[in-house]
């Protein structure tokens, strides 16, 4: 089967960095994503990963390591409306090649900013 | 350019009524997704579609839900007969062709009494 583990709060205050972890155990993995879902709206791409390393994107990277099916995203001077949930999800591979479009979600981890 | 359009927003029904969602995917996005969403939870892909073609209905419960996706582009997904179990966010994505990124829709609250 297919399993993500993220955790399920994180608080931190303005200014400062925060990091949310993500696990996984999957078969055929491809890649890793990052969506963010703010309260009673849609899931939006954050970062995605297919190979190890750090992908930046203004205040947001994503690391990945595959060796150990490890993976976290990083916000950086994080403002009040970085409070959201965040999900990771894994792409699998297609038995085509490359990857499929299916994505499995992890259950979020819900990100709260204090002033 | 125009985002995921889903309706409605939000639908109230009794248990065992029927109920549709409709999804009008970003111009050009050949697949199109729906998911469900429950409370807490992470969204759980119920079928996916490449242009008319169902290719992953494998966690569509098929004796309640059916979908479709006629001419390649909009789509309908609906719960016959709904139990109290389907209260959720059904949300609809697309993605373009060759493209690893799912857009999402802003989704539709089912609340069953």
């Known amino acids: 089967g297919q399993s993500l583990e993220q955790p399920s709060e994180v608080t931190a205050v303005e200014g400062a960095i925060v990091q949310i972890n993500c696990t996984y155990q999957?078969?055929?993995?491809?890649?890793l994503s990052w969506y963010q879902q703010h309260d009673g709206g849609a899931p939006t791409f954050l970062s995605y990963?297919?190979?190890?390393g750090l992908e930046e994107t203004g205040r947001f990277s994503s690391f990945l390591s595959r060796s150990d099916s490890y993976g976290y995203l990083l916000l950086q001077e994080l403002q009040m409306k970085d409070s959201a949930s965040y999900f990771c999800?894994?792409?699998?591979?297609?038995?085509?090649?490359?990857?499929?479009?299916?994505?499995?979600f992890g259950t979020g981890t819900l990100l709260a900013v204090q002033p | 350019e125009a985002g995921v359009v889903q309706s409605p927003r939000y639908k109230i029904i009794e248990k065992k009524q029927p109920v549709a969602f409709w999804c009008n995917p970003i111009?050009?996005?050949?697949?199109l997704y729906w998911y469900r969403q429950n409370l807490g939870q992470g969204p759980e892909l119920l079928i996916r579609y490449e242009n008319e073609e169902a290719v992953d209905d494998s966690q569509l419960p098929k004796d309640r839900f059916s979908a479709e996706r006629l001419k390649g582009v909009d789509s309908t997904l609906k719960i016959q007969p709904a139990e109290l179990g389907d209260s959720a966010v059904y949300l609809c994505?697309?993605?373009?062709?060759?493209?690893?990124?799912?857009?999402f829709g802003p989704g539709t609250r089912l609340t069953v009494l």
């Open positions: 111009s050009g996005h050949n697949t």
């Open positions: 990963n297919a190979l190890d």
């Open positions: 994505a697309s993605s373009p062709p060759a493209g690893d990124t799912q857009y």
């Open positions: 999800a894994v792409s699998l591979y297609s038995y085509y090649g490359g990857a499929t479009n299916k994505l499995i």
């Open positions: 999957t078969s055929g993995f491809y890649g």
